[in-house]
């Protein structure tokens, strides 16, 4: 399964930030989330690759944050990894 990540494209506080921690694939200190919005990088998620349908929830629950995101006016970008990141829309990953 392909890994996801997300850039933030401008800082967010930190209650919106707060439950999308868990799907952050380490330990992530949200006082560090200025410095990497402002170098532009790109946090790995922590999405089900075992089973399809706990990726498929995890897909779910990703999209239900994005969209809460959107409702916010917070700027992202996804993307996925094969040999190097590339941007990607929600529908076309899995």
Known sequence: MKKVGIKFLQYIEYEPFESFQYLLDYDFDYFDLEELVEKGKILELDLED????????DIEVLNEFLEEFDKQDIKYELFVFEDEW???DLKNIS
Do not use: H, I, Y
């Open 86 to 88: 590339r941007r990607e």
């Open 50 to 57: 075992e089973d399809e349908e706990d990726r498929a929830d």
